[in-house]
């Protein structure tokens, strides 16, 4: 399970907070947290605070000092991205780009350029898809861009659009559904990750649907998550989903690991 | 039409050991023995990385063997009594990468020797050779506990390979080879479950897995064989698919098993129509561990000098 440590987010007050102010210690805390909880990547993200691309990168130099983990380099804009991943001392994941040609073209090459891994959120021009098939077209589309670019489906990571099951509940079989499609473009398969808290927006059970929903996402071909990596019922739950489906070696100690 | 590439890609590496130190590296060997760094399976070069090639360990006693044939003693010759110029022969004569001492004697049913005197051994073998040394216990929990850790002591420094870490002596060798900077065998008994359990632990209590070559058991042809065999693969595979906690080198034992199976051991009149027993058991030792280098095995232990060199000929055709 490739688990994306969702934390280093300007959403979150403490991090806003740290930013405006350059204090790196907010951030080092929690990279270092995420990262002993077992985090491949730290997802950064500098959100509304600032459209200057240099804090973007002082916020990832900062982690950087504190953890070797890979970076996730959170933007949807070209001018912050094309910086931010010069300072990725190894190879980042981009999140992310759309279906849609402005977006796809030039952060797809962003991707090729700097030898990151991307992933695509399967919306488009027209907005987020309310069903499977839309959802595996616009899949389909980031996918042939990125083998166009010599990127390999390895590199790819597909991002079906979790939606709030309380507030969208008929999209969550929708979501289920393309994740299952997802892993049927190639072999091996592309990577299928997601904003996984979306799911239990607005909800008083955030931890428990969230680790439902995983569960079933992960038999559905989900390898991958944007979460809380520090909710260890959420991970426990994660790693055992993928010893039942094989994906892993039983050891008495897996939840060790 | 162009023919689609279908060759697998792989994303993990195999961990790469070292075996032995030169003065320069704080011990006194000659040359030291790399394995594993292999990016495809098995001699599969046209779709991977296979940057070490597959080592033939031979073995040697601290005591002489008293279940092994007369026909291989007598392949040994009189040298089978002196473990110093038994491996003076395997490395000079037969030229093996690297020698695997079982201390035999330490067995508290058998010659019973002190710790001492295995240490001696170990200390005397290491002075008589200049290649890497892996050395093993006799299989007794508690004698190994303090054998291993008296060897260890007097091979300081000079990295050796020593057997084998298992779920209920982690804590005690991963002290010891840390203690003493040696390399680690981690044992599983036929189970791929409890190999990477015992990975898991050997880590937990602080020892590097970068520093540790994996034993999965060793089955002799006919005797389990096959099952042993796809448990290699599967760590393999596992390993090469990104688990690191399985993308470590391995070593099959298969000189220590061939020679304890009545089909290499037992004469013509015991198994009458087998063929004759100086042919049959080269042959037994060979095909096991043609077998497991099929399989993954990054060393193989071997006995006898005929079927080392059918098996050093044949990694070189393999490899070429």
Known sequence: MIFIGERINTGFKDIKQAVMDKNPKPLQDWARKQTKAGATYLDVNLGAVSSNPADHCWMIETVQEAVDTLICVDSNKVKILAEALKVCKKPPL????????????????LAAEHNASIIGVVMDE????????????????????????GIEPDRVFLDPIVMPLKYMQEQAGQILEATRQFGLFSDPPPHITCGLSNISNGTKNKSLINRIFLTMAINCGMDSAICDVTDRKLVNAAKTAELVMNREIYADAYLSM | MSMPDVKEKWTNTINTVTIGATKEQGGTRGRTVTIGGETTLPFLTFEGEIPNRPVVAGIIGDVVPDRWPEMLRKAIGDVINSPTEWAQKLVEEDKVDLISLKLLGADPNGANRS????????????????????????????????????????????????????????????????????????EAPVDINIGKQVNILLQDAGFKLEDVVMCQSTAALGYGFDYVYTIFERVRIAGLK???????????????????????????????????IEKRGVNWESATAAGYL??????????????????????????K
């Open chain 1, 126 to 149: 027209t907005g987020a898809p309310k069903n499977a098939d839309k959802r595996v077209e616009n899949a389909g589309k980031i996918l042939a861009k990125a083998m166009e670019l």
């Open chain 2, 115 to 186: 710790p001492a005197d295995c240490a001696k051994t170990v200390k005397a073998v290491l002075e008589a050779v200049d290649v890497p040394l892996i050395f093993w216990g006799c299989d007794d929990l508690e004698k190994d506990n303090a054998v291993l850790q008296e060897c260890s002591q007097a091979a300081r420094g000079e990295n050796c390979l020593i057997g084998s870490a298992t779920e209920d002596n982690y804590r005690t060798l991963g002290a010891i080879g840390t203690a003493d900077k040696h390399k680690l065998i981690a």
């Open chain 1, 94 to 109: 981009i999140n992310s780009t759309t279906a849609a040609d402005e977006k796809l073209e030039p952060i797809m090459a």
């Open chain 2, 242 to 276: 990104g688990d690191k906690l399985m993308a470590l080198p391995q070593i099959a034992n298969c000189g220590e098993e061939v020679w304890k199976v009545k089909e290499a051991v037992a004469g013509e009149d015991i198994l009458p129509g087998w063929g004759a």
């Open chain 2, 294 to 319: 099929q399989a993954s095995a990054d060393i193989v232990t071997l006995a006898h000098p005929k079927s080392i060199a059918v098996i050093r000929e044949t990694i070189d055709e393999l490899m």
